[in-house]
């Protein structure tokens, strides 16, 4: 099998959304900046109130895939459907907008740590305009794997296979088949995991530093980094002296063109600028 490397980075940078909420964005930061079929990763993480307690207000998607991950707090979702969903510690909302939707996603906190991430995944020309639907998962139900050695692998989305038993998240599947993790390793630990040659796939470590690779090909991450990785069939990583907290995402690339405008995702011009006079219009949430 060949271990994929660290291709290149993408460092994250100070950023703010919704209704000024403070965070760190590495892929989205700079048009283009995507690794096929993720469009976007924002992390964000404070204890200061005013870093976030403004939200996320009611705001339009069409044309791809949200996925709200929340490490530590309380945040509620509600959308033009009536939906409403709960989102708290260790939960996660996956969210498929699909032809539209517009939803808001508020803290219910009033002081303490916000801390978490939203990741875009693109969907095909051909699911574009389907109905939106969501999975609420909430901790319980989001499986955690021992590692050898030390250091846990949560598995929001695939597989993890360890001493030959499959753990298997909750989400499984689609176009693009995203694989999700969120993996803790102490000091030294190592982990090692396949991932399909034919998937494109990116590490962001957001606690400690990773050494991505093995033997003399490994290179160090830094933390709130994205590090992009060569093709290979399989990531080896081990964790830096203070150990190491992490995302592995990958996913099948769709290799179609993409055309955005802030929260619109579409195949072509004319297919954004259809999905702004729906909106306008109110026919963008009318089913």
Known sequence: MSTRTLQHTIESAHASDGAGVKLRRSLGGTHGVRVDPFLLLDEFSSETPGDYIAGFPAHPHRGFETVTYLLDGHMLHEDHLGHRGDLK???????????????????????????????????????????????????????????????????????????????????????????????????????????????????YPFEGQLDVGSNGTART??????????????????AGKNGARFLVLAGRPLREPVVQYGPFVMNTREEIEQAIRDYQSGALTRT
């Open 89 to 203: 510690t260790g939960g996660v909302q996956w969210m498929t907008a699909g032809r539209g939707i517009v939803h808001s996603e508020m803290p219910q906190q009033e002081n303490g740590r916000l801390r978490g991430f939203q990741l875009w995944i693109n969907l095909p020309a051909r699911e574009k305009m389907k109905a939106a639907t969501y999975r609420d998962l909430q901790a319980s139900e989001i499986p955690v794997v021992a590692l050898p050695g030390g250091g846990t692998a949560k598995v929001i989305a695939g597989t993890v296979e360890v001493d030959g038993q499959a753990t298997v998240g909750p989400i499984q599947g689609g176009s693009t088949d995203p694989v999700y993790l969120d993996i803790s390793l102490p000091a030294g630990g190592r982990f090692s995991h396949p991932i399909g040659s034919e998937y494109a796939a990116f590490l």
């Open 221 to 238: 991450l830094n933390t709130h980094s994205a590090g992009v990785l060569t093709p290979g069939d399989r990531i080896d990583v081990t």
